[in-house]
């Protein structure tokens, strides 16, 4: 095998165990549970939005440079920089890396051993990822060659061994609505995409460190990097989704998603499997927050032009990371999901538009539909927050595509356009080629 293809597999591997955390883990069983004997159209529903809309914001950010502000530039640098910020501190040191080390608790610990605390868990857990992290040239080989290999083989002997030996007959749907809709609708609102553009920036990072210095090498071996990591994903969850429905004859669709994995393992495995399911679940957090401590790191580093340094900041964002994970998990997403309601449709949107970026000669295109999205995202997220159940309910019904998480859309191409009259006409903002240098040289000396 070639250095490239190894590299590439490699890279892959450690982006998918990044993506890969314990609510995808979740999502799809229960999905299929639901979906019976329609599985399979929930399942392309899922893979549409989760992985696919993820990796494409990978290989968008890798086009545009590879720096996860990238995505934001033509809104302005200094917007673009924030909305890293808040990006990465949301997913990453006060939501998603927490919330691993809660899981792990309560899936993996808790119900094995009852009378440990879980301090003493979140000192091992942070422990462990403080260890794998603080080599920044390592981060992407311990995950890739290590830890992903170990999570998959789990997976596969579960996945397959249900495939062999159903448990159970598939049973009618018990989704009222469309199932490809409900899978696109769980799908999306896994949120992956949201701190993509931030993961493209730690695959640059360290394809650089491999050798591959020229831009259009780098980009390709990203196109092949996200190739390798949707491939696995849409594997992995297509085959959950698929022992979710083989269950469904055998549990009742109000089991909650956490009882439905665990019920799952030991039906197949007995008692070995609350030991397997504590593996796949501990191994599944372990690369996230692996995987995101070392992009916060990154990132942080990058955009201050190496004043932060790596190693502090990563100290400071496990430190964090370990006092906010001593709350539930429930608890961690009740304060924290109103920040990711807000930030998430303006990622997409700035996706969508970048998707088009040689094609789009005014940046207030850009700005237009960033506004036309976050606004669609402040009332939702108002109306959500001030209990005004009824006025959301008239509101999803009203906005289109809002019942399946895509309000935002038609807002953005509305704003984009009315953006891109502005520019034509009134010769407002910058244009392209105002900038394209600009970006060129930031990009290539970032990585080289």
């Not at 190739?227 to 594997?235: K, N, V």
Request: proline share 4%.
């Amino acid at each position: 095998m070639s250095k490239r293809a190894r590299d590439v597999i490699i890279v892959g591997f450690a982006l998918f165990a990044i993506f890969f955390g314990a609510g995808n883990l979740i999502f799809p069983v229960y999905l299929g549970l639901n979906a019976g004997d329609n599985w399979f159209s929930s399942m392309v529903g899922f893979i549409l939005t989760d992985p696919f809309l993820a990796i494409l914001v990978v290989i968008i950010t890798a086009k545009l440079g590879g720096q996860a502000e990238d995505i934001g530039r033509r809104v302005g640098p200094n917007f673009a920089k924030v909305l890293g910020i808040i990006a990465i501190l949301s997913i990453a040191t006060f939501v998603a890396v927490p919330r691993t080390a809660a899981t792990v608790h309560e899936i993996a610990i808790q119900p094995n051993f009852p009378n440990v605390s879980p301090v003493v868990t979140s000192l091992v857990f942070f422990a462990f990822t403080l260890y794998f992290v603080i080599n920044e040239g390592k981060v992407i080989d311990i995950i890739g060659n290590i830890l992903t290999p170990i999570l998959i083989a789990t997976l596969a002997i579960f996945i397959v061994w249900v495939i062999i030996n159903p448990p159970g007959p598939t049973v009618p749907s018990q989704i009222e609505s469309s199932d490809f809709l409900v899978g696109f609708t769980e799908g999306y609102q896994t949120m992956d995409a949201l701190g993509a553009n931030l993961m493209a920036g730690i695959v640059v990072t360290d394809l650089v460190r491999r050798g591959y210095t020229d831009k259009e090498k780098r980009y390709k071996n990203t196109i092949g990097v996200g190739i390798i990591a949707f491939i696995l994903l849409s594997l992995v969850y297509g085959g959950l989704v698929y022992v979710g429905a083989r269950f469904s004859a055998i549990y009742p669709v109000d089991m909650s998603r956490t009882q439905l994995l665990i019920a799952s393992f030991s039906y197949i495995f007995g008692d070995f499997g609350a030991f397997l399911i504590s593996v796949v679940v501990t191994l599944a957090c372990l690369t996230t927050s692996v995987g995101l401590t070392a992009t916060c790191g990154d990132y942080f580093q990058t955009i201050s032009k190496n004043k932060l340094k790596y190693r502090p900041i990563v100290i400071t964002s496990v430190t964090i990371g370990l006092l906010i994970s001593l709350l539930s998990v429930d608890e961690i997403v009740a304060f924290t999901g109103p920040l990711l309601d807000l930030v998430y449709p303006v990622v997409m949107a700035l996706a969508l538009f970048s998707l088009f970026n040689e094609y789009l000669k005014y940046d207030l295109i850009f700005v237009g539909g960033v506004a036309g999205a976050f606004a669609v995202a402040l009332i939702e997220t108002s109306l959500g927050l001030l209990g005004m159940d009824a006025a959301l309910e008239s509101w999803t019904a009203f906005v289109p595509l809002a019942e399946v998480g895509f309000g935002w859309l038609i807002p953005a191409l509305i704003g984009g356009l009315i953006g891109g009259l502005l520019g034509h006409f009134f010769d407002l903002g910058k244009r392209l080629e105002d900038h394209d240098n600009q970006r060129a040289v930031l990009s290539e000396t970032s990585y080289t």
